[in-house]
């Protein structure tokens, strides 16, 4: 069976320093990748996606930026952190298109 | 832009009782998820909605697509505490790069079920 995983699970970070969440799955191969952030007590904003090693789209510009290294691995970082990119941040995976997408346990992030 | 409204934004409901959550969406679409969210965890798959008519059921939830209407709902009946949690609808927008499928999801509803 697929797992994914997410860590750090929780991170307390400083205005301007640097950010790297890291996301894997296990158990499937070329799977899709996705980074999604859910502010309190709202609904969930579309960050990147990913359709292989390499290959990332974004859907909202922003101070931050993903990757993809491994089939099974993805990436989300920032150089500088803004108070605004507190939040809790979930990445998913999928089978290929129109399959349905598994989400992490998910990283809470919190910018003071 | 493909918007996706659900209502109510929160529900407070007795046990026992029946209510239906509704997920409105803007574009057409045929491809409609729900997930449930307990707090301060992630997101777990209930349904998934292939087709204009199609109803799913597990247990005491019910969800049902109308593509026409861009509307789909989620129907509790005789809800018991352990149902209470944000639910979110999301709209598959569909391919980009032939190979993915975007999501637009909705604001959620935040469900909570009273003795």
């Known amino acids: 069976s697929q797992t994914i995983h997410q860590w750090p699970a929780t991170l307390v970070q400083p205005v301007g320093s640097p950010l790297s969440l890291e996301c894997t799955v296990e158990?499937?191969?070329?799977?899709?990748l996705y980074w999604y952030r859910q502010a309190a007590g709202r609904g969930l904003q579309l960050l990147f996606y990913s359709v292989g090693i390499g290959q990332i789209s974004s859907e909202v510009p922003q101070n931050l930026s993903a990757s993809r290294p491994q089939d099974r691995q993805f990436i989300l970082s920032s150089k500088k952190l803004l108070l605004s990119d507190s939040g809790f941040y979930l990445c998913?995976?999928?089978?290929?298109?129109?399959?349905?997408?598994?989400f992490g346990p998910g990283t809470r992030l919190l910018v003071l | 832009e493909l918007k996706v409204e659900q209502n109510p934004l929160f529900l407070s409901m007795q046990e026992g009782k029946n209510y239906t959550i509704y997920c409105n969406y803007s574009t057409t679409s045929d491809r409609l998820y729900w997930y449930r969210q307990d707090p301060g965890k992630s997101l777990e798959s209930l349904f998934v909605?292939?087709?204009?008519?199609a109803v799913k059921q597990e247990g005491r939830l019910m969800a049902s697509l109308d593509t026409k209407a861009r509307l789909s709902t989620l129907h509790i009946t005789a809800a018991v505490h352990d149902l209470s949690a944000t639910y979110f609808c999301a709209v598959d927008m569909g391919p980009w790069n032939n190979a993915g499928n975007m999501l637009t999801f909705g604001g959620g509803t935040r469900l909570m079920v009273k003795p």
């Open positions: 158990g499937t191969s070329n799977p899709n």
């Open positions: 998913a995976w999928s089978q290929g298109y129109q399959e349905t997408q598994y």
């Open positions: 909605l292939l087709s204009n008519g």
